[in-house]
């Protein structure tokens, strides 16, 4: 549409002339940002895209449809209105993050074909002249291009069409040519001969461990974050990323964890260069070591936890935090492992057990109203007879969180069944009042 | 023990045993309970540090494992430093765990997601050596891989405590295959005695010590842990001699 007639359309309407110079300088932005947290390998897709191998990545975001929503989130909250997919291929990708109706996709390998098929031709990154004359000829979607000989439509238009059908259907590779920006750290190692073996491999993590910590060392930094990216003879990219809680510039460790992942690399027909970049650092000095003749020092767990980290995942390691919250399942917080210590415990000298129900399960009871414990109650299908029992702890809501929990109230009992076993059993609502809750009783946990 | 140790010659095949089984020939320090009757059973009179300690819940705590991790955290609260938890799924419930004297700050907790992966992260937490305890909640552990968790605890000094729990009561069998670890306990609880006022008092386990290493195995009723991780003796027996003396004092008065 023309801007006059645009115009005519809408009276007053705002004109903006497009600048794509700035456009591509702010997808390298973005590019950066998504480099620093999600992936070692990404590259800007201009005009309008980025793209991102997560192969081995996806698991410490929690899984990649997790990890799509957290960054079209993260997106959202700086801006930008963003839509996500994963697929196979770069072209399958591309192509359904632009034509689904979902915001977010994750597409099944095997379910890849079809869902292509589906789509109109534009999804194949043709330029308009081809997509023009294709429909010209009656092709509507990507299948009927797809079962169409191919000799006659190279004469035509070119071998364009075969190249995108390809590499979108991945029957050819497409290796994504990731950014790098100058300030980073990054050393790197060519080899004559393409290498292969576990053993030589460590041995070249040992040699760019050393060689990046030097130049580290220099700078005054310490390494938050490293990727180690190994570009294969045939011209695709495999790599490990580790990452550190506190910033750390100690060669054994940094080559400790490295190796730790070694085995997650497919070196294929070789390894040709091998390039170690320390994608986060932070300033980091050495410090004096408070050492005491009286007490011995407390030994220092942040290279467990960095090993552990990368091993299960950063958000999987952590410790509980109080929380100033009555109700049970609010009163815990989780926190880094590293955080700084608090000293803060649980107040109230009331028991608690040690395995919680992720969700207070109904149990059947028979109890004398208003505040006595139950006599028996049914959990699971096995009737227990209460022997003695300790009781009511009074929980209210807290209105301040929810208009709900206004005049909410449980009764917690701690009961003894008649094997010894204990359960922490509450009845939702006080006994009495209607407005107080269903006043049905529900198991919540098991003591010792 | 002790009177095993009076013949010269019985002692000096011990110490040689002692020397062939610890490669360094050190002297292991041990972690006791505090309870004479308890600790008399163990070698070297407590629990080894640098060794694998299994224990297993008995009846539905084969499942819930409660019993058997308040038992863990008791231990792993008299230790130094901190304390690694890990599990498979989390069902733990932390206010607990500071209740029996393990302050939130010393325990960092790991969700390892599968049996492999908290296998190996039990293995590098007791490869450590800076911690005070390591603590798994684990279904299945093989003879190799307690083994491995055996040597690394050995190499370290570092106190390994493997909470065997199953998802089904019919699992629990596995308990009676061979480990390397150097002892085994199955914690039930006991019905508690009443109270003179409505309410509940401490908890009562049953502890059994199945398998000890050049010891013998025992079976103890105790009353669960205190708020510094301590186990106790149940008043009826604890209480009794002094009790009869001072009424006795009191009578001849």
């Known amino acids: 549409m023309a801007v006059a007639k645009a115009q005519a359309l809408v009276p007053g309407l705002f004109v903006i002339d497009a600048d794509p110079v700035a456009d591509r300088e702010g997808l390298e932005k973005l590019a950066l940002w998504a480099l620093q947290r999600i992936s070692p390998v990404v590259a800007a897709d201009p005009p309008d895209g980025l793209v991102i191998d997560t192969t081995g990545a996806d698991h410490l975001h929690g899984g990649e449809a997790v990890m799509l929503e957290t960054m079209v989130q993260k997106f959202a909250a700086s801006g930008v209105e963003a839509r996500a997919a994963i697929a196979d291929t770069w072209g399958a990708a591309h192509a359904a993050a632009r034509f689904l109706r979902h915001q977010i996709a994750v597409i099944a390998p095997a379910e890849t074909g079809a869902m292509l098929r589906s789509l109109p031709l534009a999804a194949l990154r043709l330029d308009g002249e081809t997509v023009t004359g294709l429909r010209t000829l009656g092709f509507e979607t990507v299948g009927d291009l797809k079962d169409q000989p191919r000799a006659p439509l190279t004469l035509r238009f070119g071998p364009e069409i075969g190249r995108r059908l390809d590499q979108a259907f991945g029957v050819i590779g497409e290796p994504v040519d990731p950014i790098r920006s100058p300030e980073l750290v990054e050393v790197r190692r060519v080899f004559g001969e393409p290498i292969g073996a576990a053993d030589t491999i460590a041995r070249y993590i040992g040699k760019l461990v050393d060689a990046l910590c030097l130049e580290l060392e220099k700078r005054g930094l310490g390494a938050r974050r490293l990727d180690l990216l190994f570009h294969r003879v045939d011209n695709t990219m495999q790599f490990i990323r580790v990452g550190m809680a506190q910033p750390v510039r100690d060669p054994k460790r940094l080559a400790r964890l490295l190796r730790d992942k070694i085995e997650t690399v497919d070196p294929g027909f070789g390894i040709e260069i091998m390039v170690l970049v320390a994608i986060e650092s932070e300033a980091m000095h050495d410090r004096q070591a408070i050492s005491s003749l009286v007490a011995p020092s407390e030994p220092d767990v942040s290279n467990l936890v960095d090993v552990l980290a990368n091993r299960v995942g950063g958000h999987r390691l952590y410790r509980f935090t109080p929380v100033q919250s009555d109700v049970p399942e609010r009163s815990v917080a989780r926190v880094a492992a590293l955080s700084p210590e608090t000293g803060a415990t649980w107040e109230g000298d009331w028991p608690r057990p040690p395995r919680l129900l992720a969700r207070p399960e109904p149990v059947e009871t028979m109890a004398l109203l208003p505040d006595n414990p139950p006599v028996w109650f049914t959990w699971r299908g096995i009737r227990r007879r209460v022997r003695r029992a300790d009781g009511p702890e009074r929980i209210r809501g807290e209105w301040w969180k929810r208009d709900a929990e206004m005049t909410t109230v449980r009764d917690y009992f701690r009961v003894e069944d008649e094997t010894g076993e204990r359960y922490w059993l509450f009845r939702s609502g006080d006994g009495e009042h209607e407005d107080s809750g269903s006043q049905k009783w529900f198991l919540h946990g098991i003591f010792a | ?253």
């Open chain 2, 1 to 253: 023990m002790a009177d095993r140790a009076a013949n010269p010659v019985i002692a000096q095949l011990q110490e040689r045993i002692a020397h062939l089984e610890s490669g360094a020939g050190r002297v292991r320090e041990v972690l006791p309970f505090g309870l004479p009757d308890m600790d008399r059973r163990l070698p070297g009179g407590g629990l080894g540090l640098g060794c694998l300690h299994e224990i297993a819940g008995g009846g539905n705590g084969a499942v819930d494992g409660t019993a058997a991790a308040m038992f863990a955290a008791g231990i792993a609260a008299r230790t130094r430093g901190k304390v690694l938890w890990i599990v498979t799924r989390t069902d733990l419930f932390a206010p607990a765990l500071a209740q029996a004297g393990l302050n939130p700050d010393r325990v960092i907790h790991v969700e390892a997601g599968d049996e492999k992966a908290l296998l190996a992260c039990f293995e590098e937490g007791l490869r450590h050596g800076g911690l005070g305890a390591v603590v798994a909640e684990a279904a299945h552990l093989s003879m190799t891989a307690s083994r491995r968790l055996q040597l690394a605890a050995e190499g370290s000094d570092t106190i390994g405590l493997a909470v065997r729990r199953w998802r089904r009561q019919t699992e629990a069998g596995d308990f009676g295959q061979p480990t390397a670890s150097v002892t085994r306990w199955r914690v039930s609880v006991l019905p508690t005695a009443p109270l003179p006022v409505p309410g509940l008092g401490r908890a009562r386990w049953l502890v059994e010590l199945i398998r000890c290493r050049s010891g013998e195995s025992a079976d103890f009723e105790v009353e669960a842990c205190d708020a510094k991780g301590c186990i106790a003796l149940p008043s009826k027996v604890a209480d009794r001699p002094p009790q009869k003396e001072v009424g006795r004092r009191i009578a001849s008065a």
